[in-house]
C-alpha cells in the first residue's frame, strides 16, 4: 500500500460478490475470488494449496506473522507494511461479506447487505491499557472515514493484533473485558465494531475481546477449531450477529 494511501479506505481490494438462489435465503460469500462459498472445509488445507492462495500475497520475514497469514490468507486480501493515521502495522487484511435475496430471478434482488472487517497486526516490545486504547480511538477514526453508512450497510469490524513477548495482567483484564460496538443512526445504517487481541507466541497465550474470533487464527500452537463450519464460518457468524 502506498503512502498517498494512507488513512484512506484501501479502494485497491476488490469486494467479494455472491449469485443467491431463487429462495429468497440469505447466503454469503467471502473468500478471495469473489466466488460462491456454501461449504468449508475444518481441516487447514495442504501446503500445496495454502502455497497456490500465497502466491500473489505477500512473504513476511517473521515466520510467525508469515505462518498467521497462511491461515487468513483464504478469505483476507493480505498487505504489508501499512500505515493508519501514523500507526504503522505489519499485516492488513481486509474480508468482505455480501447478503442478497433474490427473488423469482436474481436480477431481482432485493435486502442487500454488506459487512466487512479490517484487521491490523504488528509486533511491540510491551503493550500496556493505554496502547489498547489508542487503538480503539484510532478504529473510531477509521470508521467516520472509511464506513460508507446508508441501509446497504449491515457491520463493519475493526480489528487489532498486538504480538507481544508477554501480557501483563492488567491488559488482559482490559482487553478480556473489552466491547465497543457503535450503532449507525440508530441501528438504520448498521453498526460498526472495534475488537481488540494480544497474542504471546512464545509464551502460548492469547487474549481476545469477544467478538474477536480471528483470534484463532493466531493461536499457532493449537489447531483451527474443528467445527463443520471451520475459521471462516466463525468470522461470518461474528459478522452478521
Known sequence: MSSEDENR??????????????NGDDRVAGDRD???RTDVDSELPSEEVVAEARRDAPDWDDEYIDRVADRLVFNYDLDEDVSAHGEPFTLYGRMTIESQKHFVHPSLSYANHGSAEHLFCRRS???TVADCERLVALGHDLADEWIDADEEHYSTDFTFVLVVPEIIEAVRAFVSGFRDRTLLKFGFYGHYEINLVVVAPADETIVASREAHVKEAFRLWESVETEDSGLFGSIVRRLWS
Open 125 to 127: 516490545n510491551r503493550v
Open 34 to 36: 469473489g466466488g460462491e
Open 9 to 22: 479506505y484501501p479502494s485497491d481490494v476488490e469486494e467479494t460478490g455472491v449469485d443467491d438462489s431463487d
